[in-house]
C-alpha cells in the first residue's frame, strides 16, 4: 500500500513563526502535492512538484513556499505565520502520470496559528 | 475555470437508508471524475472514479455514473452504515485535481 505520512497531526504556533510541515511518500512516485482543507472550501492547491528540485504554484500559493530535495520528501514553509493559515494541512503524492493518475493522501496536519 | 459543485451538508441518516450526494460539474473537454472520502482523523481516500461518459464507478457499495448530459456524477449507496460516516468529495480532473467543498454524512444507529 502506499503511505504518505506527515510530521505531525497537530500544531500549535506563533504569529511571526516560521513553520515547516514535512511530507514522506514510500512509493517513488515523481508528483507530490500541498493543499488545505477548509470548512466548505474543500481541498485547495498550494503548490506542487513533479520532479526533484522542481515546483509549480497552485491556486494559493501566497504566504507559502515549498522545497523538494529528495524525490521521497516535499516540505511546506509558511515564512511567517498567520493567523489566517490556521487550517488542515493534506500532503498527497502520485505517479509520473502526473495529474492523470490517481492521489495518494496523508493524514494531514491542523495546524492553529495563535 | 473548471469546478465541482456538490450538496450542502451535513447529511444525517440512519443505518440501512439510501444515501445520494449531488455533484455537478464544470469543465471544459472531458474530464475524469472521483469521489473521494475522508474518515475522522485520516487523509482523503479514492473511493471511486470514471474516465469517461457513461462510465459508473463503483466500490464498497457506493456507485456513481458519469453523466455527460447532464455534467454530474451524483454518489449513492443503497444501505448505509454507521461506518459510512465521513466527509465525501467530489472531485474532477482537467489538468489539475478540483475538489468540491465536501459534504459531512453522519449515520446513525
Known amino acids: 500500500d502506499v503511505k504518505v505520512t506527515q510530521s505531525s497531526r497537530y500544531l500549535v504556533k506563533r504569529t511571526g513563526e516560521k513553520v515547516f510541515l514535512e511530507c514522506v511518500q514510500d512509493m517513488d512516485h515523481e508528483n507530490m502535492f500541498w493543499y488545505r482543507q477548509d470548512p466548505g472550501l474543500g481541498l485547495r492547491l498550494i503548490y506542487f512538484s513533479y520532479d526533484v528540485k522542481m515546483k509549480e504554484k497552485g491556486d494559493i500559493p501566497e504566504g507559502y513556499s515549498v522545497s523538494r530535495e529528495k524525490k521521497e520528501r516535499f516540505s511546506l514553509i509558511l515564512e511567517s505565520a498567520s493567523t489566517n493559515q490556521t487550517s488542515m494541512y493534506l500532503c498527497?503524492?502520485?505517479?509520473?502520470?502526473?495529474?492523470?493518475?490517481?492521489?495518494?493522501f496523508g493524514p494531514g496536519t491542523r495546524l492553529t496559528v495563535l | 475555470g473548471d469546478s465541482v459543485t456538490q450538496m450542502e451538508g451535513p447529511v444525517t441518516l440512519s443505518e440501512e437508508a439510501f444515501l445520494t450526494i449531488n455533484c455537478t460539474y464544470t469543465a471544459t473537454g472531458y474530464p475524469s471524475l472521483f469521489w473521494y472520502v475522508q474518515y475522522p482523523g485520516e487523509g482523503l481516500q479514492l473511493l471511486l472514479k470514471?474516465?469517461?461518459?457513461?462510465d459508473k464507478g463503483s466500490n464498497k457499495g457506493f456507485e456513481a455514473t458519469y453523466r455527460k448530459e447532464t455534467t454530474s456524477f451524483h454518489l449513492e449507496k443503497g444501505s448505509v452504515q454507521v461506518s459510512d460516516s465521513a466527509v465525501y468529495f467530489c472531485?474532477?480532473?482537467?489538468?489539475?485535481?478540483?475538489f468540491g467543498a465536501g459534504t459531512t454524512v453522519t449515520v446513525r444507529a
Open positions: 470514471a474516465t469517461k461518459a457513461d
Open positions: 472531485a474532477l480532473r482537467a489538468g489539475k485535481l478540483s
Open positions: 498527497a503524492s502520485g505517479g509520473a502520470g502526473g495529474w492523470t493518475d490517481t492521489q495518494y
